[in-house]
């Protein structure tokens, strides 16, 4: 029997019109905003907060990857066609994917095998535009700040060494890192360097995902941080008055948009900021969204724990008044015989004492969700290479830990594969009576946060600050940004700033080598290490196996 890909499991499921999602959720068709028959945009005003404080967050993070992933989005969507095998009512919510990984190393993201949310290929492509209407908020800012720079109406005396805004694209394309702009004459505009990030890396991504509403999202495109004048004062994207013209291209941008899983549960699918540069979760909306209209919301948080979970919990969940009621761990066992030593092409070899040793990494986060007050479940993300030995050990580990490790199968089966998991974190959730509680106080000073955040979830034992950081530290100071939670930017594949330290390391400490400003999305990043906003594409990029007929269809999207 030959097996499916991915995207040919998708292409075989004969969809269901989108208003017949919507009525699941007592939305009459009339207040869809459809594109096409597939996907719609969901109306502000179905947010309501009561409904919100009654129904039940799951968040699913992972444990620290290898660089394939290990599977969160899939074990995201399986658990929640498990939770409606059982009986819920259940929506996933996650983030939209970016271009750039698509056509790169990382394929897609809507999930896989039989845990998908569809249509895959519209969501995995253009969508719905959101993610055009980020790139061109950002790139007017841009446009807006190199005019004044060079016009002498309203110039408003903007030192150009000191402008930090970069321009965005939806593609890795290394070649625009670092580029000169202004060339060709004094009618081109003013020489200067400049670069381009990918979208996601971009603070208008930031702010969509954390704006309540649409009077908020204007407030923080206008407080974006630009850089300074020449006598040394802030200037600010207000300043250019920028904030209602961007606000009009996201004003389509800022609406959920609702798709529909492979059994017809309804998905919430909206914004997609990276979590080792920014906070890796999708829209504050979308998922007060899918709380006002579920009562089980399942959504995830990108990379390990470490990252995506510290900056929901922290830093969303703070903002939003959101109270997760439990925490689905994933780990596969290929990702422990990594973390073990096992090398790449050893990951789909059995070796359990290579798995005990790379265990550790496992606890550590498992110890991390448990300090925000909320109890994890983990989910053992099943491969054809797992062994019975590996994964008991496993479960047997958690137990003592006092944890329930369940196998999942939905990338095989679907709803019908995550059932015990459906039923593991019920249990977690009824028996919920303590109240979810961030890891530090927001007033706290910076430098403290940050250490919190370094020996309380890495394991640091100090953190070291840079001259530059500590410069930054000042002007964060003198622009009163203090109160700003962190969202720390670092390696996702280490819980040090440096990616080749596996498993659980103890006995380091994390540099600080800069911290940059995100004022419109609230919050301050500490950079560990060199973070790359612009990926480049791999020797052979996912796109040379894609294939598009002469009827349109696609394969080799993944």
Avoid at 126 to 154: C, M, P, R, Y
Avoid at 276 to 297: C, F, P
Avoid at 349 to 364: A, D, H, Q, S, W
Wanted: hydrophobic share 40%.
């Amino acid at each position: 029997m030959k097996h499916l890909s991915d995207i040919e499991i998708a292409q075989h499921k004969k969809l269901i019109h989108i208003k017949e999602i919507a009525k699941k959720l007592g939305i009459e068709e009339d207040d869809l905003e459809m594109f096409g028959k597939y996907k719609a945009k969901l109306p502000l005003s179905f947010i309501d907060e009561e409904k919100i404080k009654n129904n039940n967050l799951i968040l699913v993070t992972a444990i620290t990857p290898t660089p394939a992933g290990e599977g969160k989005t899939t074990v995201s969507i399986g658990l929640t066609e498990g939770l409606n095998k059982i009986g819920k009512q259940a929506m996933v919510v996650l983030r939209e994917p970016s271009l750039g990984p698509v056509f790169g190393i990382k394929g897609g993201a809507a999930g896989g095998g039989y845990s998908q949310v569809v249509p895959m290929e519209d969501i995995n492509l253009h969508f719905t535009g959101d993610f055009n209407a980020v790139e061109k908020a950002n790139n007017l800012l841009s446009a807006l700040i190199d005019n004044n720079l060079q016009s002498s109406v309203n110039n408003l005396n903007i030192d150009a060494r000191t402008v930090v805004w970069k321009r965005v694209i939806d593609m890795n394309d290394r070649a625009l890192r670092n580029i000169i702009i202004g060339l060709g004459g004094t009618v081109n505009g003013i020489p200067r360097e400049d670069g381009f990030n990918i979208t996601p890396a971009s603070e208008v991504m930031a702010i969509l995902c954390m704006a309540t509403d649409f009077e908020n999202l204007k407030k923080r495109l206008g407080d974006i941080f630009v850089g300074f004048t020449f006598d040394n004062q802030p200037i600010f994207a207000r300043d250019l008055k920028a904030e209602n013209a961007m606000a009009i291209l996201l004003r389509d941008a800022i609406k959920p948009n609702l798709v529909q899983t492979l059994e017809e549960n309804p998905a919430i699918i909206h914004g997609g900021p990276f979590a080792n540069i920014a906070q890796g979760t999708n829209t504050i909306i979308a998922t007060k969204m899918g709380l006002s209209l579920s009562n089980y919301v399942v959504t995830e948080a990108g990379f390990g724990a470490d990252l995506g979970a510290e900056k929901f919990l922290n830093i969303k969940c703070v903002a939003a008044n959101l109270n997760p009621k439990a925490v689905v761990l994933v780990a596969t066992i290929r990702a422990l015989r990594h973390h073990g030593g096992a090398k790449k092409e050893e990951y789909n070899t059995p070796n359990l004492e290579i798995v005990k040793k790379g265990f550790p990494n496992l606890e550590k986060h498992i110890e991390n969700i448990r300090k925000f007050n909320i109890e994890p479940v983990v989910a053992i993300n099943s491969f054809i290479s797992d062994t019975k030995e590996e994964i008991d050990y496993i479960i047997e580990k958690c137990a003592v830990m006092g944890v329930q490790a369940v196998v999942s199968e939905g990338w095989a089966k679907g709803g019908e594969g995550t059932k015990k998991l459906a039923e593991a974190v019920v249990k977690v959730v009824d028996a919920t009576k303590s109240q979810f509680k961030p890891l530090y106080n927001w007033d706290a000073p910076v430098k403290e946060k940050i250490e919190t955040i370094a020996k309380e979830i890495y394991g640091a034992d100090a953190v070291d600050f840079e001259k530059k950081a500590l410069l930054n530290l000042k002007r964060i100071d003198r622009l009163g940004f203090n109160n700003f939670p962190i969202c720390m930017a670092k390696t996702q594949k280490s819980f040090t700033d440096n990616e080749t330290i596996l498993g659980r390391p103890t006995g380091f400490n994390v540099t600080v080598r800069e911290i940059e400003i995100s004022a419109g999305a609230g919050f301050i990043i500490p950079i560990l290490g060199e973070m790359m906003r612009m990926p480049g594409l791999p020797g052979i990029p996912a796109s040379e196996g894609m294939i598009i007929d002469n009827n349109g269809v696609i394969s080799g999207l993944s």
